[in-house]
């Protein structure tokens, strides 16, 4: 069964550092989602992403962020200065308007740790 | 008022048990209801999802809403300790560019024992 993949699993950055977490969404899904999670919190939108544009960003997704398509098969967020509340795990998800209920299929997650 | 609210658990039931697990949400704008299942440090997996009041059932799991009250549940019937994991409702509601927005509750912490 096809999945969403993302690399690496665990980051370790410093403060103020540049990172990009990789996502390999689903081959035939058309939407793209980051979301992250801070430790002993709920899952929380980032940004959805649609025909190589933005759809919607919460307010989290503010200037230090930025995500990109680069091919036709990887999906990536950057953080441009990490901050130390940063940390989280970060999850892509992608989905297919096709299918009823547009279900949103989940990666394994990159835990980012910035110190 | 939360958009979306749900018990944080823990939750322990000894192995066999019926486990019901709750979410409230205030937005009328939802339209898919979804459960989803996480491991600890793993993604969200997609359990089941449903779009209108009543019932729908998959194998040990049955899902229910109740769109008049905006509480939607989730059963397990014979509980297994596989089945020991944190359950995350999630609503899911449109997005004008294109896509669909997940919010999700703060999920449910259950244990199944021995």
């Known amino acids: 069964e096809p999945e969403v993949t993302q690399t690496p699993s665990h980051q370790v950055t410093q403060m103020g550092q540049e990172v990009i977490l990789r996502c390999v969404p689903i081959s035939n899904h058309l939407y793209f989602y980051w979301y992250r999670q801070i430790l002993g919190q709920k899952v929380e939108f980032l940004v959805s992403?649609?025909?190589?544009?933005?759809?919607?960003k919460s307010e989290i997704f503010d200037d230090q962020f930025s995500v990109e398509r680069p091919d036709g098969s990887n999906f990536t967020l950057k953080i441009r200065s990490t901050k130390l509340e940063d940390s989280a795990m970060y999850f892509c998800?992608?989905?297919?308007?096709?299918?009823?209920?547009?279900?949103?299929?989940f990666g394994p997650g990159t835990r980012l740790t910035v110190l | 008022q939360k958009e979306v609210e749900q018990d944080p658990g823990p939750l322990s039931v000894p192995e066999g048990a019926i486990v019901s697990l709750n979410c409230t949400y205030s937005?009328?704008?939802?339209?898919?209801f979804m459960w989803y299942r996480q491991y600890s440090r793993k993604g969200p997996e997609l359990l089941m999802y449903t779009y209108s009041s009543g019932n729908k059932e998959d194998g040990r799991f049955t899902a229910q809403v109740d769109k008049s009250s905006k509480y939607i549940s989730l059963f397990i019937r014979d509980s297994q300790p596989s089945d020991s994991a944190t359950y995350l409702c999630?609503?899911?509601?449109?997005?004008?560019?294109?896509?669909?927005?997940?919010?999700f509750g703060t999920g449910t912490q259950l244990k199944v024992e021995l």
């Open positions: 992403f649609y025909n190589n544009e933005i759809s919607e």
């Open positions: 998800a992608s989905s297919d308007p096709t299918r009823m209920g547009d279900t949103q299929y």
């Open positions: 999630a609503l899911l509601k449109g997005i004008t560019g294109g896509g669909n927005k997940l919010t």
């Open positions: 937005n009328s704008a939802f339209q898919y």
